[in-house]
C-alpha cells in the first residue's frame, strides 16, 4: 500500500496550501465518483433497452406467428373454394354452393381485416389519414352531433376569439334493440247527474288481450321469414335480455299475424292476376299431420308480376323491385 508521501508526494508546510490541496483531492474524488455513477446509470439505461427490445422482438415475433397461422387458415379455405370449383364432382361442397362460397369470401375478409388490425396495432403509430370520399347515407337516418371544444389555456381566459374553421368525422351508429313495458291505464270516472261512468274504450290488438304489442310483433315475423332466423334462436336471443318468450307462443303470435294479413295477400295476388306475364315456382316440402304421427307433402308457390318491356333486367326480371312488382306466396296441404 502506497504512503501517503508516495501519493501526493512532498507535501508543503504552508497551511493554506495544504487546504487546496485537501480541496483538489476532493474534487478528484467527487468526479470520479460522479463518473462512477453515469457509468452505472448508462449500464442501468442499456440494460432496460435491450429488456425493451428483447420483449418488443418478442412480442413481434409472436404477432407475426399469429399472422402466420390466420394466413394458413385462409389459404385452406381459398383451397376448398377452389376444390368446389375446379374439382371433381364427387369433391364438390354439395347443393348449397353459393351459401358456401358466400361464407368463403367472408371469412376471407374478415380474417386479412384481422391481420391488418394486428400488424397495426404493432406498427408505429401514423398521422390520420381524412378519407378521400365521403360515406353516404340515407336522408332517414337521425343524425346526432357531438361538438368537442378545445380545453382553453389559463392565458387564453376570457380573451376574444374567431372561428376560422372546424374538421367533421362521421361514423355509422346503431341503437340496439331494447325491450320495453307499455303501460296503458284508463282511468274511470263516475257522475252523479246524471249517472254514468265512462271510460275510453279499450285499443285494438292483433293479439287480443295479448302480450305484444304490433311493434314486437313486426320484429319477430321480419327476424323469421326476411331474415331466417327461426323462433327457438329468437328465443335465445330474447332471454339474454331476461325476456322468456317461447316459441309456442312466439308461433301462436305468428298465426294470428298471417290471419290478419290474408286480405292483404289476397289483394297482392289479385294484382298479380291482372299482369300479362305471371312468373310461378313451385316446391315441395314435408309437413306434419296432426293426430296421424306423419308428416306429408305439401307445396310452396311463388308468383311474381314483372311489367317491363322484354330485355329489361334479363335475367332478373321476375325478382326486380319495381312499382309494377307484387309477391305472392301461399302453402297448400296435399
Known sequence: MQSMSERFGELPDNVDQLKALALATLARADRSEAEARANKTDAEAFRSQTLSLTAR???LTQTNAAAKAEIDRLTSIIKTLRRDRFGKHSEKLGADAA?????????????????????????????????????????????????????????????????IGQEESVRLDVVRARFRLIVTIRPKYVYKEPAAILQAPAPEHIVEAGLPTEALLAQVAVSKYADGLPLYRQEAIYARDGVELGRSLMAQWMGAVGFHFEPLAAHVLARIREGERIFADETTLPTLNPGAGKTKTSWLWAYARDDRPFGVGHGHCSLAITNSLSLYMTIQAA
Not at 122 to 131: F, L, S
Request: net charge negative.
Open 57 to 59: 422482438v418478442e412480442d
Open 99 to 163: 351459401e358456401q362460397q358466400s361464407f368463403v369470401f367472408e371469412e376471407v375478409e374478415t380474417g386479412l381485416a384481422a391481420i391488418d388490425a394486428r400488424l397495426a396495432a404493432k406498427a408505429e403509430p401514423k398521422p390520420r389519414e381524412t378519407p378521400r370520399d365521403k360515406p353516404r347515407f340515407p336522408s332517414h337516418l337521425e343524425r346526432v352531433e357531438e361538438i368537442l371544444e378545445p380545453e382553453v389555456p389559463p392565458e387564453f381566459e376570457g380573451k376574444e376569439r374567431v372561428k
